[in-house]
């Protein structure tokens, strides 16, 4: 097999090429928490359409990292710039938000509305969008994730890989350019990990930018562009998947490995 051929166990899509935009740029990004140094000069850079996994130790920064990247925590020092739009205290911070999406761990729906009416919140009082107009457009991202009859009932109805699906599909009601996601299957039973993963490859195959949070080995072995390793605050590796399962760098993300595999 040439290595232009992509592996068949790969989820199929084109890759980005070097050319794509760059859409997100973080250069020496910095974060304390009182005396805490929880991010010490990150700096990342992810074109248009890459699929970028995180992993890391527990308390090594991975969260905090994304939570910067749409300013659900400001960083100190250092600069993040969102598809060219520089992060700077209340500077692009509407902008920057609606560009990205954000999925975690706990799915965060609003328990007295309805599924599809968490979905169309946003979209009518941020973006303006008529009620008809947001409903059409919520049941075709339900139907996208899988559970478009599920519309009309309240979260706590739902399973929760259910809920997290509409979770993602509340997120990519506002078109996201870019979409986060912290854990998205670590609160989940085993047998509904599957079904939201299978959410997030289409979301990847139809071209979306995103960053994962994730210890999910097989999603990133078969979808990610990139590894990147966190640890006490900074990025130590980043490198295609075939590398870092194969024969990573760093002793930390060996000693990780050695633990997850
Ligand atoms: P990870 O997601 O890699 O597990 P986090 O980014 O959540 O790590 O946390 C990094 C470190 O920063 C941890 O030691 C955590 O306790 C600390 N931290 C995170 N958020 C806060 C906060 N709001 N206040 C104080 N400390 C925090
Ligand atoms: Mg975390």
């Known amino acids: ?40 000069g990150v700096s990342l850079q992810v074109r248009q359409g890459e699929v970028v996994v995180v992993i890391g130790p527990s308390g090594s920064g991975k969260s905090t990292f994304i939570r910067t990247l749409n300013a659900l925590d400001p960083h100190d020092a250092g600069t993040i710039a969102i598809d060219g739009l520089p992060l700077q205290g209340a500077r692009n911070l509407d902008a920057v938000r609606r560009e990205v999406g954000m999925v975690f761990q706990s799915f965060n729906l609003f328990p007295h509305l309805t599924v599809l009416d968490n979905i169309t919140l946003a979209p009518t009082r941020v973006r303006r969008t008529g009620k008809a107009e947001a409903e059409r457009r919520g049941l075709e991202l339900l139907r996208r994730v899988g559970i478009e009859e599920q519309a009309h009932k309240y979260p706590a109805q739902l399973s929760g890989g259910q809920q997290q699906r509409v979770a993602i599909a509340r997120a990519l009601a506002m078109d996201p350019k870019i979409m986060l996601f912290d854990e998205p299957t670590s609160a989940l039973d085993p047998e509904m990990i599957k079904e939201v993963l299978d959410v997030m ?61």
Not at 214 to 227: K, L, N
């Open 201 to 261: 490859k289409e979301l990847a195959r139809s071209g979306m930018t995103m960053l994962v949070v994730t210890h999910e080995m097989g999603f990133a072995r078969e979808v990610a562009d990139r590894i990147l390793f966190f640890d006490q605050g900074n990025i130590v590796e980043d490198t295609t998947p075939e590398a870092f399962y194969t024969h990573p760098q760093h002793d930390r993300a060996k000693q990780f490995l050695s633990k997850i595999l």
């Open 1 to 40: 097999m040439t290595a232009a051929q992509p592996t068949p166990d790969r989820v199929s899509r084109s890759a980005p090429g070097q050319g794509a935009p760059v859409v997100i740029e973080a250069r020496g990004v910095e974060k304390h928490f009182g005396s805490f140094h929880a991010l010490r």
